[in-house]
Protein backbone atom coordinates (compact mmCIF):
# COMPACT_ATOMS: atom_id res chain seq x y z
CA UNK A 1 0.00 0.00 0.00
CA UNK A 2 1.53 3.51 -0.78
CA UNK A 3 2.34 5.54 1.68
CA UNK A 4 -0.04 9.17 1.50
CA UNK A 5 -1.08 11.79 4.59
CA UNK A 6 -4.79 11.24 4.66
CA UNK A 7 -5.49 10.89 8.51
CA UNK A 8 -9.54 9.98 8.47
CA UNK A 9 -11.41 7.36 7.61
CA UNK A 10 -13.64 9.28 4.78
CA UNK A 11 -9.78 10.20 3.44
CA UNK A 12 -8.43 6.93 2.91
CA UNK A 13 -11.65 5.31 1.78
CA UNK A 14 -12.78 8.18 -0.76
CA UNK A 15 -9.46 9.04 -2.34
CA UNK A 16 -7.16 6.35 -1.54
CA UNK A 17 -6.26 3.88 -4.97
CA UNK A 18 -9.09 1.35 -4.33
CA UNK A 19 -10.35 0.25 -7.69
CA UNK A 20 -13.93 1.60 -8.16
CA UNK A 21 -15.77 -1.39 -9.62
CA UNK A 22 -13.88 -3.62 -7.36
CA UNK A 23 -16.00 -5.41 -5.18
CA UNK A 24 -15.38 -3.97 -1.52
CA UNK A 25 -18.12 -6.36 0.46
CA UNK A 26 -19.43 -9.76 -0.16
CA UNK A 27 -21.63 -11.51 1.92
CA UNK A 28 -23.82 -14.85 1.04
CA UNK A 29 -27.26 -14.26 -0.38
CA UNK A 30 -26.63 -10.68 -1.15
CA UNK A 31 -25.18 -9.25 -4.50
CA UNK A 32 -22.04 -7.44 -4.10
CA UNK A 33 -20.95 -4.13 -3.29
CA UNK A 34 -18.43 -2.28 -5.17
CA UNK A 35 -15.90 0.38 -4.09
CA UNK A 36 -18.17 3.29 -6.03
CA UNK A 37 -20.85 2.34 -4.49
CA UNK A 38 -19.26 2.25 -1.12
CA UNK A 39 -18.40 5.12 -1.15
CA UNK A 40 -22.41 6.63 -2.38
CA UNK A 41 -23.51 4.45 0.93
CA UNK A 42 -21.32 6.27 2.85
CA UNK A 43 -22.33 9.50 1.55
CA UNK A 44 -26.06 8.67 1.72
CA UNK A 45 -25.55 8.07 5.42
CA UNK A 46 -23.67 11.22 6.42
CA UNK A 47 -25.89 13.24 4.18
CA UNK A 48 -29.04 11.54 6.11
CA UNK A 49 -27.75 11.98 9.96
CA UNK A 50 -26.49 15.54 8.92
CA UNK A 51 -30.21 16.18 7.57
CA UNK A 52 -31.00 14.97 11.34
CA UNK A 53 -29.15 17.59 12.46
CA UNK A 54 -26.24 15.43 14.15
CA UNK A 55 -22.68 16.51 13.76
CA UNK A 56 -18.99 15.34 13.87
CA UNK A 57 -18.11 13.92 17.19
CA UNK A 58 -21.94 12.94 17.88
CA UNK A 59 -21.65 8.90 19.54
CA UNK A 60 -24.11 6.64 17.81
CA UNK A 61 -24.63 3.43 18.70
CA UNK A 62 -24.64 0.89 16.04
CA UNK A 63 -26.17 -2.25 17.46
CA UNK A 64 -26.84 -4.68 14.90
CA UNK A 65 -26.37 -8.48 14.03
CA UNK A 66 -22.91 -9.46 12.27
CA UNK A 67 -23.45 -8.93 8.27
CA UNK A 68 -22.81 -6.26 5.92
CA UNK A 69 -24.90 -3.96 6.86
CA UNK A 70 -23.22 -3.42 10.34
CA UNK A 71 -20.15 -3.16 8.57
CA UNK A 72 -20.46 -0.58 6.08
CA UNK A 73 -22.68 1.40 8.83
CA UNK A 74 -19.65 1.33 11.08
CA UNK A 75 -17.69 2.77 8.57
CA UNK A 76 -20.66 5.45 7.23
CA UNK A 77 -20.98 6.52 11.01
CA UNK A 78 -16.79 6.65 11.38
CA UNK A 79 -16.79 9.05 8.41
CA UNK A 80 -18.73 12.25 9.57
CA UNK A 81 -19.58 11.30 13.75
CA UNK A 82 -18.02 8.73 16.27
CA UNK A 83 -19.24 5.09 15.57
CA UNK A 84 -20.11 2.98 19.24
CA UNK A 85 -20.32 -0.89 18.28
CA UNK A 86 -22.34 -2.50 20.42
CA UNK A 87 -22.98 -6.31 21.00
CA UNK A 88 -26.92 -6.59 20.30
CA UNK A 89 -27.41 -9.05 22.86
CA UNK A 90 -26.77 -6.82 25.78
CA UNK A 91 -29.60 -6.95 28.04
CA UNK A 92 -31.21 -3.19 29.26
CA UNK A 93 -29.21 -3.17 32.23
CA UNK A 94 -26.13 -3.07 30.42
CA UNK A 95 -27.33 -0.10 27.64
CA UNK A 96 -28.57 1.31 30.68
CA UNK A 97 -25.16 1.56 31.57
CA UNK A 98 -22.79 2.13 28.53
CA UNK A 99 -25.66 4.77 27.15
CA UNK A 100 -24.95 6.94 30.35
CA UNK A 101 -20.91 6.22 30.44
CA UNK A 102 -20.31 7.09 26.43
CA UNK A 103 -23.42 10.04 25.96
CA UNK A 104 -24.78 8.19 23.00
CA UNK A 105 -26.96 10.64 20.96
CA UNK A 106 -28.54 8.10 18.87
CA UNK A 107 -28.72 4.15 18.19
CA UNK A 108 -29.27 2.56 14.58
CA UNK A 109 -30.60 -0.91 14.80
CA UNK A 110 -31.72 -3.49 12.10
CA UNK A 111 -35.19 -3.30 11.13
CA UNK A 112 -36.89 -6.61 12.35
CA UNK A 113 -34.14 -7.57 14.92
CA UNK A 114 -35.08 -7.79 18.81
CA UNK A 115 -32.48 -5.83 20.77
CA UNK A 116 -33.40 -4.27 24.60
CA UNK A 117 -31.81 -1.08 23.31
CA UNK A 118 -35.01 0.04 21.77
CA UNK A 119 -36.55 0.65 24.80
CA UNK A 120 -33.81 1.47 26.95
CA UNK A 121 -32.94 4.30 24.09
CA UNK A 122 -36.76 5.62 24.16
CA UNK A 123 -37.16 5.46 27.84
CA UNK A 124 -33.66 7.93 27.92
CA UNK A 125 -35.21 10.08 24.71
CA UNK A 126 -32.66 8.90 22.24
CA UNK A 127 -33.18 8.94 19.26
CA UNK A 128 -33.75 5.53 17.51
CA UNK A 129 -32.84 4.70 13.70
CA UNK A 130 -33.96 1.15 11.55
CA UNK A 131 -31.84 -0.12 9.46
CA UNK A 132 -33.66 -1.15 6.39
CA UNK A 133 -31.33 -4.22 4.38
CA UNK A 134 -31.64 -4.26 0.51
CA UNK A 135 -29.97 -7.10 -1.96
CA UNK A 136 -26.96 -5.80 -2.39
CA UNK A 137 -24.11 -6.23 0.51
CA UNK A 138 -24.29 -3.31 2.97
CA UNK A 139 -26.64 -0.97 1.03
CA UNK A 140 -29.17 -0.14 3.23
CA UNK A 141 -32.18 3.00 3.78
CA UNK A 142 -32.29 4.75 6.98
CA UNK A 143 -36.03 5.05 9.11
CA UNK A 144 -37.80 7.11 9.09
CA UNK A 145 -36.76 8.68 6.00
CA UNK A 146 -35.65 11.78 5.35
CA UNK A 147 -34.77 14.40 2.71
CA UNK A 148 -30.85 15.03 2.72
CA UNK A 149 -30.55 15.63 -1.42
CA UNK A 150 -29.60 19.55 -0.66
CA UNK A 151 -27.87 18.76 2.44
CA UNK A 152 -24.07 19.63 2.03
CA UNK A 153 -22.50 16.95 3.40
CA UNK A 154 -19.93 17.14 6.64
CA UNK A 155 -17.30 14.68 7.55
CA UNK A 156 -15.04 14.22 10.74
CA UNK A 157 -11.87 15.75 10.59
CA UNK A 158 -8.02 14.26 11.92
CA UNK A 159 -8.98 15.10 15.45
CA UNK A 160 -12.18 13.84 15.71
CA UNK A 161 -13.41 10.72 17.60
CA UNK A 162 -13.28 8.02 15.29
CA UNK A 163 -14.88 5.51 17.55
CA UNK A 164 -15.18 4.19 20.92
CA UNK A 165 -14.58 0.70 22.05
CA UNK A 166 -15.33 -0.47 25.68
CA UNK A 167 -11.73 -2.81 26.54
CA UNK A 168 -12.85 -6.78 27.19
CA UNK A 169 -12.86 -6.41 30.63
CA UNK A 170 -11.22 -10.10 31.27
CA UNK A 171 -10.83 -8.98 35.39
CA UNK A 172 -12.80 -5.94 35.89
CA UNK A 173 -15.73 -3.39 34.31
CA UNK A 174 -14.68 -2.49 31.04
CA UNK A 175 -13.29 0.63 30.49
CA UNK A 176 -14.02 3.60 27.23
CA UNK A 177 -11.33 3.76 24.64
CA UNK A 178 -11.91 6.37 22.58
CA UNK A 179 -9.58 6.83 19.45
CA UNK A 180 -8.99 10.02 17.15
CA UNK A 181 -9.49 9.80 12.82
CA UNK A 182 -5.55 10.27 12.62
CA UNK A 183 -5.29 7.51 15.61
CA UNK A 184 -7.11 5.21 13.72
CA UNK A 185 -6.30 5.98 10.04
CA UNK A 186 -2.40 4.94 11.37
CA UNK A 187 -3.27 2.01 13.00
CA UNK A 188 -5.50 0.56 10.03
CA UNK A 189 -2.39 1.41 8.10
CA UNK A 190 0.00 -0.05 9.61
CA UNK A 191 -1.92 -3.35 9.67
CA UNK A 192 -2.00 -3.03 5.76
CA UNK A 193 1.89 -2.67 5.64
CA UNK A 194 3.01 -5.26 7.80
CA UNK A 195 0.30 -7.83 7.29
CA UNK A 196 1.17 -7.18 3.59
CA UNK A 197 -2.59 -6.71 2.72
CA UNK A 198 -2.83 -5.99 -1.25
CA UNK A 199 -5.93 -5.30 -3.57
CA UNK A 200 -6.05 -9.34 -4.45
CA UNK A 201 -6.51 -10.27 -0.98
CA UNK A 202 -9.83 -11.03 0.24
CA UNK A 203 -10.55 -11.26 4.17
CA UNK A 204 -12.99 -14.15 5.48
CA UNK A 205 -14.89 -11.70 8.70
CA UNK A 206 -16.26 -14.10 11.36
CA UNK A 207 -15.24 -11.86 13.96
CA UNK A 208 -17.34 -10.09 16.48
CA UNK A 209 -18.02 -6.11 15.23
CA UNK A 210 -18.17 -4.73 18.35
CA UNK A 211 -14.43 -4.76 19.86
CA UNK A 212 -11.13 -3.68 17.98
CA UNK A 213 -10.39 -7.05 16.31
CA UNK A 214 -13.29 -6.65 14.52
CA UNK A 215 -13.35 -3.09 13.76
CA UNK A 216 -9.53 -3.14 12.36
CA UNK A 217 -7.63 -5.85 10.73
CA UNK A 218 -10.61 -7.84 9.15
CA UNK A 219 -12.54 -4.48 7.88
CA UNK A 220 -11.07 -1.04 7.93
CA UNK A 221 -7.59 -2.30 6.96
CA UNK A 222 -8.57 -4.56 4.00
CA UNK A 223 -10.61 -1.71 2.77
CA UNK A 224 -8.25 1.03 3.31
CA UNK A 225 -5.82 -1.68 0.87
CA UNK A 226 -8.31 -1.77 -1.54
CA UNK A 227 -9.41 -5.97 -0.88
CA UNK A 228 -12.58 -7.06 -0.51
CA UNK A 229 -14.18 -8.43 2.30
CA UNK A 230 -16.13 -11.44 3.20
CA UNK A 231 -19.00 -10.63 5.36
CA UNK A 232 -20.61 -13.51 7.19
CA UNK A 233 -24.10 -13.17 9.08
CA UNK A 234 -24.40 -15.89 12.36
CA UNK A 235 -21.28 -17.45 11.28
CA UNK A 236 -20.84 -20.88 13.04
CA UNK A 237 -17.87 -22.94 12.61
CA UNK A 238 -19.52 -25.37 10.98
CA UNK A 239 -20.05 -22.47 8.03
CA UNK A 240 -16.40 -22.34 7.21
CA UNK A 241 -16.22 -25.08 4.74
CA UNK A 242 -18.83 -24.14 2.36
CA UNK A 243 -17.13 -19.98 2.72
CA UNK A 244 -13.84 -20.74 1.83
CA UNK A 245 -15.19 -23.40 -1.18
CA UNK A 246 -17.31 -20.52 -2.27
CA UNK A 247 -15.68 -17.35 -1.71
CA UNK A 248 -12.69 -18.14 -1.72
CA UNK A 249 -10.31 -15.85 1.04
CA UNK A 250 -6.91 -15.44 1.21
CA UNK A 251 -6.89 -15.14 4.90
CA UNK A 252 -8.88 -14.80 7.67
CA UNK A 253 -8.20 -13.38 11.47
CA UNK A 254 -9.81 -15.35 14.41
CA UNK A 255 -8.80 -16.19 18.59
CA UNK A 256 -8.58 -19.32 19.85
CA UNK A 257 -11.95 -20.19 20.55
CA UNK A 258 -13.07 -19.50 16.94
CA UNK A 259 -10.17 -21.18 15.87
CA UNK A 260 -10.69 -24.38 17.68
CA UNK A 261 -14.25 -24.49 16.59
CA UNK A 262 -12.79 -24.40 12.54
CA UNK A 263 -10.29 -26.95 13.06
CA UNK A 264 -13.04 -29.57 14.88
CA UNK A 265 -14.85 -28.96 11.76
CA UNK A 266 -11.95 -29.47 9.82
CA UNK A 267 -10.92 -32.47 10.73
CA UNK A 268 -14.45 -34.28 9.92
CA UNK A 269 -14.12 -33.77 6.45
CA UNK A 270 -11.87 -35.94 4.01
CA UNK A 271 -8.54 -33.96 3.04
CA UNK A 272 -9.42 -33.97 -0.22
CA UNK A 273 -11.55 -31.77 -0.18
CA UNK A 274 -9.52 -29.22 0.90
CA UNK A 275 -7.36 -29.54 -2.04
CA UNK A 276 -6.73 -26.07 -4.03
CA UNK A 277 -8.32 -23.86 -1.27
CA UNK A 278 -7.54 -20.37 -1.33
CA UNK A 279 -6.69 -19.52 2.13
CA UNK A 280 -2.26 -17.99 1.92
CA UNK A 281 -2.44 -17.68 5.67
CA UNK A 282 -4.61 -17.34 9.12
CA UNK A 283 -3.88 -14.50 11.83
CA UNK A 284 -3.85 -15.22 15.43
CA UNK A 285 -5.20 -12.20 17.81
CA UNK A 286 -7.40 -12.15 21.05
CA UNK A 287 -5.41 -14.14 22.93
CA UNK A 288 -2.27 -16.71 22.66
CA UNK A 289 -2.86 -19.47 20.77
CA UNK A 290 -2.36 -22.54 22.20
CA UNK A 291 0.62 -24.85 20.43
CA UNK A 292 -1.41 -28.08 19.40
CA UNK A 293 -4.10 -25.52 17.92
CA UNK A 294 -1.72 -23.60 16.04
CA UNK A 295 -0.34 -26.98 14.75
CA UNK A 296 -3.37 -28.49 14.09
CA UNK A 297 -4.44 -25.67 11.56
CA UNK A 298 -0.88 -25.36 9.63
CA UNK A 299 -1.28 -29.29 9.37
CA UNK A 300 -4.56 -29.29 7.93
CA UNK A 301 -5.06 -26.06 5.65
CA UNK A 302 -0.67 -26.22 5.14
CA UNK A 303 -0.76 -22.37 5.92
CA UNK A 304 0.89 -20.78 8.15
CA UNK A 305 -0.99 -19.20 11.29
CA UNK A 306 0.33 -15.96 11.86
CA UNK A 307 0.21 -14.59 15.54
CA UNK A 308 -0.49 -11.26 16.45
CA UNK A 309 -0.37 -9.22 19.25
CA UNK A 310 -2.49 -5.86 19.43
CA UNK A 311 -5.04 -4.08 21.62
CA UNK A 312 -7.86 -1.91 21.46
CA UNK A 313 -5.90 0.83 22.99
CA UNK A 314 -3.12 0.75 20.46
CA UNK A 315 -4.05 -1.44 17.65
CA UNK A 316 -1.26 -3.94 16.42
CA UNK A 317 1.66 -3.70 18.21
CA UNK A 318 3.72 -6.91 16.70
CA UNK A 319 3.41 -9.61 14.36
CA UNK A 320 5.09 -12.76 13.92
CA UNK A 321 6.55 -12.28 10.65
CA UNK A 322 9.38 -14.12 9.67
CA UNK A 323 7.84 -16.13 12.60
CA UNK A 324 9.37 -17.84 15.17
CA UNK A 325 7.58 -20.29 17.08
CA UNK A 326 5.88 -19.52 20.63
CA UNK A 327 6.42 -15.63 19.55
CA UNK A 328 3.87 -13.22 18.71
CA UNK A 329 6.60 -11.67 16.38
CA UNK A 330 8.68 -8.22 16.45
CA UNK A 331 7.39 -5.05 17.69
CA UNK A 332 6.34 -2.80 14.71
CA UNK A 333 4.53 -0.03 17.07
CA UNK A 334 7.02 3.42 17.41
CA UNK A 335 8.42 2.04 20.74
CA UNK A 336 8.21 -1.40 23.19
CA UNK A 337 10.32 -1.63 26.38
CA UNK A 338 9.59 -4.22 29.03
CA UNK A 339 10.07 -2.36 32.49
CA UNK A 340 9.89 -4.11 36.28
CA UNK A 341 8.05 -2.99 38.83
CA UNK A 342 9.95 -0.05 39.76
CA UNK A 343 9.14 1.06 36.19
CA UNK A 344 13.26 0.36 35.06
CA UNK A 345 14.05 -1.47 32.06
CA UNK A 346 14.92 -4.87 31.46
CA UNK A 347 17.62 -6.22 28.93
CA UNK A 348 16.31 -9.13 26.90
CA UNK A 349 15.04 -12.55 28.45
CA UNK A 350 13.95 -10.97 31.91
CA UNK A 351 9.70 -11.07 32.27
CA UNK A 352 8.50 -7.90 32.69
CA UNK A 353 5.17 -5.83 31.84
CA UNK A 354 5.15 -4.50 28.24
CA UNK A 355 5.18 -0.69 28.04
CA UNK A 356 4.45 1.28 24.45
CA UNK A 357 4.92 4.59 22.72
CA UNK A 358 3.50 5.82 19.33
CA UNK A 359 1.56 8.46 18.07
CA UNK A 360 -1.36 5.77 17.14
CA UNK A 361 -1.90 4.79 20.68
CA UNK A 362 -5.23 6.40 22.71
CA UNK A 363 -4.53 8.78 24.87
CA UNK A 364 -6.30 7.88 28.02
CA UNK A 365 -9.10 6.14 29.19
CA UNK A 366 -12.72 7.89 29.57
CA UNK A 367 -13.76 9.33 32.75
CA UNK A 368 -11.34 7.03 34.44
CA UNK A 369 -8.50 9.16 36.43
CA UNK A 370 -7.18 7.01 38.83
CA UNK A 371 -7.07 3.98 35.98
CA UNK A 372 -4.98 6.37 33.70
CA UNK A 373 -2.82 7.67 36.65
CA UNK A 374 -1.51 3.78 36.71
CA UNK A 375 -1.88 3.42 32.75
CA UNK A 376 0.92 5.58 32.10
CA UNK A 377 4.23 5.98 33.11
CA UNK A 378 6.59 8.81 31.67
CA UNK A 379 4.52 9.07 28.14
CA UNK A 380 4.45 5.35 27.97
CA UNK A 381 1.69 3.22 27.88
CA UNK A 382 1.38 -0.16 30.27
CA UNK A 383 -0.56 -2.66 28.55
CA UNK A 384 -1.04 -4.82 31.69
CA UNK A 385 0.47 -7.91 29.86
CA UNK A 386 3.66 -9.58 30.86
CA UNK A 387 6.33 -10.97 28.64
CA UNK A 388 10.03 -10.76 27.32
CA UNK A 389 12.27 -9.97 24.39
CA UNK A 390 14.55 -11.63 23.55
CA UNK A 391 17.90 -11.72 21.64
CA UNK A 392 16.39 -10.96 18.25
CA UNK A 393 13.85 -8.82 19.56
CA UNK A 394 11.06 -11.01 19.48
CA UNK A 395 7.94 -10.70 21.82
CA UNK A 396 6.96 -13.66 24.02
CA UNK A 397 3.93 -13.06 26.22
CA UNK A 398 3.35 -15.18 29.37
CA UNK A 399 0.20 -13.15 31.37
CA UNK A 400 -1.53 -10.54 32.25
CA UNK A 401 -0.43 -8.20 35.22
CA UNK A 402 -3.68 -8.03 36.97
CA UNK A 403 -4.52 -11.61 36.37
CA UNK A 404 -1.48 -12.51 38.03
CA UNK A 405 -2.20 -14.99 41.35
CA UNK A 406 -0.58 -13.81 44.45
CA UNK A 407 -0.76 -17.31 46.73
CA UNK A 408 1.56 -15.92 49.87
CA UNK A 409 3.56 -13.88 48.13
CA UNK A 410 4.36 -15.53 45.44
CA UNK A 411 3.43 -14.36 41.62
CA UNK A 412 2.27 -17.42 39.65
CA UNK A 413 0.67 -16.44 35.73
CA UNK A 414 -2.56 -18.60 35.38
CA UNK A 415 -1.33 -18.39 31.43
CA UNK A 416 1.02 -20.52 32.57
CA UNK A 417 -1.24 -23.36 34.15
CA UNK A 418 -3.67 -22.67 31.82
CA UNK A 419 -0.91 -23.56 28.31
CA UNK A 420 0.53 -26.71 30.30
CA UNK A 421 -3.26 -28.15 31.16
CA UNK A 422 -4.24 -27.51 27.40
CA UNK A 423 -1.09 -29.58 25.97
CA UNK A 424 -3.17 -33.01 28.01
CA UNK A 425 -4.83 -34.82 25.76
CA UNK A 426 -7.53 -35.52 27.69
CA UNK A 427 -8.55 -31.71 27.67
CA UNK A 428 -10.39 -29.30 25.14
CA UNK A 429 -10.39 -26.12 27.13
CA UNK A 430 -9.05 -24.59 30.67
CA UNK A 431 -8.56 -21.63 32.78
CA UNK A 432 -6.93 -20.95 36.14
CA UNK A 433 -8.07 -18.56 38.22
CA UNK A 434 -7.56 -16.99 42.17
CA UNK A 435 -9.58 -18.26 44.50
CA UNK A 436 -9.55 -16.68 48.08
CA UNK A 437 -7.60 -18.31 50.81
CA UNK A 438 -7.29 -17.27 54.51
CA UNK A 439 -3.87 -17.90 54.84
CA UNK A 440 -2.52 -17.10 51.70
CA UNK A 441 -4.78 -14.70 50.71
CA UNK A 442 -5.21 -16.53 47.41
CA UNK A 443 -4.72 -19.68 46.20
CA UNK A 444 -5.33 -21.51 42.51
CA UNK A 445 -8.13 -23.74 40.95
CA UNK A 446 -8.73 -24.40 37.55
CA UNK A 447 -12.16 -25.34 35.44
CA UNK A 448 -11.61 -27.68 32.80
CA UNK A 449 -13.54 -29.25 29.82
CA UNK A 450 -12.75 -32.89 29.43
CA UNK A 451 -12.60 -34.84 26.36
CA UNK A 452 -12.47 -37.93 28.05
CA UNK A 453 -15.30 -38.37 30.54
CA UNK A 454 -12.79 -40.88 32.52
CA UNK A 455 -10.62 -38.50 33.24
CA UNK A 456 -10.18 -37.57 36.90
CA UNK A 457 -8.87 -34.51 38.96
CA UNK A 458 -6.02 -37.64 40.64
CA UNK A 459 -5.03 -38.01 36.52
CA UNK A 460 -4.62 -34.03 36.37
CA UNK A 461 -2.81 -33.60 39.56
CA UNK A 462 -0.25 -35.88 38.81
CA UNK A 463 -0.09 -34.41 35.19
CA UNK A 464 0.58 -31.23 36.54
CA UNK A 465 2.87 -32.08 39.17
CA UNK A 466 5.30 -33.60 36.56
CA UNK A 467 4.93 -30.42 34.92
CA UNK A 468 5.00 -27.48 36.99
CA UNK A 469 6.27 -26.53 40.38
CA UNK A 470 4.49 -27.69 43.13
CA UNK A 471 3.69 -24.11 44.84
CA UNK A 472 1.44 -24.02 41.27
CA UNK A 473 -0.67 -26.67 42.01
CA UNK A 474 -4.08 -26.16 42.07
CA UNK A 475 -5.98 -26.71 45.06
CA UNK A 476 -9.00 -27.84 43.33
CA UNK A 477 -10.11 -28.75 39.64
CA UNK A 478 -13.35 -28.04 38.66
CA UNK A 479 -14.79 -30.01 35.73
CA UNK A 480 -17.23 -28.27 33.50
CA UNK A 481 -18.58 -27.95 30.09
CA UNK A 482 -17.82 -24.65 29.24
CA UNK A 483 -15.65 -22.00 29.52
CA UNK A 484 -16.75 -18.04 30.42
CA UNK A 485 -15.65 -16.64 28.02
CA UNK A 486 -15.91 -12.73 26.86
CA UNK A 487 -17.27 -12.03 23.31
CA UNK A 488 -13.72 -12.06 21.45
CA UNK A 489 -13.26 -15.11 23.37
CA UNK A 490 -10.88 -14.73 26.52
CA UNK A 491 -11.32 -16.84 29.18
CA UNK A 492 -12.90 -14.69 32.07
CA UNK A 493 -11.13 -15.70 35.23
CA UNK A 494 -13.38 -13.18 37.63
CA UNK A 495 -16.38 -15.36 37.17
CA UNK A 496 -14.39 -18.20 38.17
CA UNK A 497 -13.61 -15.98 41.42
CA UNK A 498 -16.52 -15.15 42.14
CA UNK A 499 -18.26 -18.58 41.23
CA UNK A 500 -16.19 -20.18 43.41
CA UNK A 501 -14.31 -17.95 46.24
Known amino acids: MEENNFFTIRELIFNG ?115 VPSRVAGKFDLSPAVQNGLVEPEFAIASDTAYVLLTSGTTTESKVVTKTQKQSAEGKRRTCIYQKITPTDRCLHIMPYYHGMGVGPPLLSPLIAGATVICTKDFIPSDFIDLIRIFRPTYFSAGPALS ?80 NEKGELLKPNNIGEITIKDPGIFSDYENAPDENRSAFINGWFRTGDLGYLDD ?11 EMINKGGEKISPAEIDRVLMAHPGISEAMAFPVKDLVLGEDIAVMVVRKQDDLSEDDLRMYLLAHINIIKLPRKIYFVDQIPKNPAGKPLRYVGTQRYS
Open 392 to 402: EGYLFLTGRKK
Open 260 to 339: RGILRELKKIPPDRLKNHSLRYIRSSSGILPEDLSQGLETVLGVPVIDSYGMSEAGLISINLPPKRGSVGIPVIGSLAII
Open 17 to 131: NQDPDKNAIESPGYQPLTYRDLRLQVLSVVKSLNARGFRRNDRIAIITPSGPETAVSIVAVMAGFTAVPLNPQNNEGEYADIFSRTGIKAIIVQKGHVTAAIAVAKSLAIPVFEL
